[in-house]
């Protein structure tokens, strides 16, 4: 019988492989990173790219190795190294992985890569006209010279009222004076002008302009059409020539060739005499001519002399003399025979109504109003500090809300000005100004402060654990549950603890108004204050129609 050796006695495998006998042979079952009959071949990983994120592939005796670039991670470098353990923003900051780096967003007063710097706000110079800039965290405020108001003291005393600019103008305000800056179709220094669109003489081939508002219209003569009479009209495409007459057109003019035995206008008048035609439509011959129109023989054909506004070739025409228009700004033609008239609109006059009458000619402004006439009436331009039709009332300057109702605690009207009365916490002409209570550092024991300025103090403090108190003063051991609102503060006497309120506040922990504050009259426009106590700012204000807001100012 035929013995079978064992092949894998001798170990052909190579680099780890396994081995298995066959009745006729060997198989070699390699391992991961080896082929071929003995296993003998180390298979180049790297040809597969298994490296991410553009690492280096190093190739190895069975297996590979990836070199990473910085900022990943992993046996493939497919794992983003999160730079943003721990965080290494200050302040606040939120931190945003990147690709081998991180990126800081800080909070806002903030800056810097960890946003560690604190932003002076004064450094970009914010404050206008001279005014002092005070830098504060995340902030700053402005202290404005004699003048000027607002938040960066860029306002000055303003100039405008409602009737400077005519025409819909915008009126941009000077020191001292305003500037208008008119809309297409109007000029002047008040915009009181309607510029008239026909200066630039846009009809062509003599065609007539009319202005109006922010436009002009074009009445084109006999053969022209077009937005500015700019076209031709093609007559001979409407076939005016009759009995197989021939139309010829010579610019915007035309004149029919007529056949044998017609003659006319219009190729519409037979070669034959008066008498002749009279009988060939059945009629007197003193009918031939509509209109009242004279038939004259000429040669051996007739025409007909036509009255006054008529024409064509038998007088069947009615002349039209409003067109063209001849009526200007706007007045309406009325056509009859052998004239026109024109109708005007209020504010002209003359035959064509092409004079503007002047209603300023009987000084209505008063007070130093400069009169601006316009079409049938007039407006005046009133100086500042007086109003009305004829500049004859003084102006209520109040009633234009001029004052910040966030920081306002009273309108007074004075002659030809006004003054704010602030609320604690803000300063400005306008009360604009938030006033920083937390310049001077009041908040003590680590507590943090921010600015309030619907608060007496003009600051609020928050507190850490275990302290209370307007300025984390007291020890909460001492006031236990005890929290004093509106800006109160914990003292304690005898082993307990109490309030002591604002001037403004009243009862155990000073959550109620010491006075009703309808007293100083908080609402506007005629508002009616009504008093109730369930939350700050223990008013609410009854606003008539067209006005709302907190205090109807709106």
């Avoid at 946003?115 to 110079?125: L, M």
């Avoid at 009207?413 to 400005?428: F, I, M, S």
Wanted: with cysteine.
């Amino acid at each position: 019988c035929d013995i079978n050796n064992n092949e894998c006695e001798s170990n052909p495998c190579m680099n780890g492989g396994t081995c298995k006998d066959m009745t006729s042979g060997y198989i070699c079952t390699c391992r991961e990173g080896f082929s071929g009959q003995t296993c003998e071949i180390d298979i180049n990983e790297c040809v597969k790219n298994p490296c991410r994120n553009g690492a280096t592939c190093q190739n190895n005796n069975g297996s590979y190795r990836c070199i990473c670039r910085t900022g990943f991670t992993g046996r493939n470098c497919d794992t983003d190294i999160d730079d943003c353990k721990p965080n290494p923003c200050h302040n606040g900051g939120s931190c945003s992985d990147g690709v081998g780096t991180f990126f800081c967003e800080c909070q806002a007063g903030f800056r810097g890569p960890k946003c560690e710097e604190d932003i002076n706000e004064c450094a970009s110079n914010p404050c206008k006209n001279g005014a002092n800039c005070t830098d504060c965290v995340n902030s700053y405020t402005c202290t404005c010279p004699s003048g000027f108001s607002g938040i960066h003291c860029e306002n000055n005393t303003p100039d405008c009222t409602e009737s400077s600019c005519f025409n819909s103008g915008t009126c941009v305000d000077g020191i001292n004076t305003f500037t208008c800056v008119c809309p297409p179709g109007f000029t002047g220094s008040y915009c009181e002008h309607d510029i008239n669109e026909c200066d630039s003489k846009p009809c062509l081939n003599g065609g007539t302009c009319q202005d109006s508002y922010g436009m002009y219209k074009c009445t084109c003569p006999q053969g022209y059409t077009g937005l500015n009479c700019q076209n031709l009209v093609r007559w001979c495409d409407s076939s005016p020539c009759k009995n197989g007459g021939k139309c010829w057109q010579t610019n915007n003019l035309y004149r029919c060739e007529c056949n044998s035995g017609w003659t006319g206008l219009y190729c519409d008048v037979p070669s034959v005499s008066c008498e002749v035609a009279a009988k060939q439509q059945g009629i007197d011959v003193a009918h031939l001519c509509r209109n009242s129109g004279l038939c004259v023989d000429t040669g051996n054909t007739h025409f007909c002399r036509c009255q006054a506004g008529y024409t064509g070739s038998y007088c069947e025409e009615q002349v039209d003399e409003c067109s063209p228009n001849p009526c200007q700004n706007g007045a309406t033609c009325t056509d009859y025979l052998g004239g026109y008239s024109c109708e005007c609109v209020a504010g002209y006059h003359g035959v064509n109504c092409s004079e503007e009458i002047n209603e300023c000619l009987s000084h209505p402004c008063q007070n130093g109003g400069t009169c601006i006439d316009l079409i049938n009436t007039y407006k005046c331009s009133c100086p500042r500090g007086t109003q009305g039709e004829r500049c004859e009332g003084d102006v209520n300057e109040c009633l234009s809300n001029p004052c910040d109702a966030r920081g306002t605690q009273n309108c007074v009207q004075r002659v030809n000005d006004y003054k704010c009365e602030c609320r604690p916490g803000y300063a400005g002409r306008r009360c604009d100004t938030v006033v920083d209570g937390c310049k001077g550092k009041p908040c003590r024991n680590g507590g943090t402060c921010a600015v309030a300025s619907n608060t007496g103090r003009g600051f609020i403090c928050k507190c850490p654990p275990g302290f209370v108190g307007a300025t984390c003063e007291n020890d909460s051991r001492t006031c236990g549950n005890l929290h004093c609102l509106n800006g109160g503060t914990c003292i304690s006497i005898h082993k307990s603890s109490k309030c002591m309120c604002m001037p403004a506040f009243t009862g155990p922990e000073c959550q109620y108004p010491a006075s009703s504050p309808c007293t100083s009259n908080p609402c506007y426009n005629g508002g009616t204050c009504e008093f109730f106590s369930d939350a700050s700012p223990y008013y609410r204000c009854n606003c008539p129609a067209n006005f709302n807001g907190l205090n109807c100012h709106i």
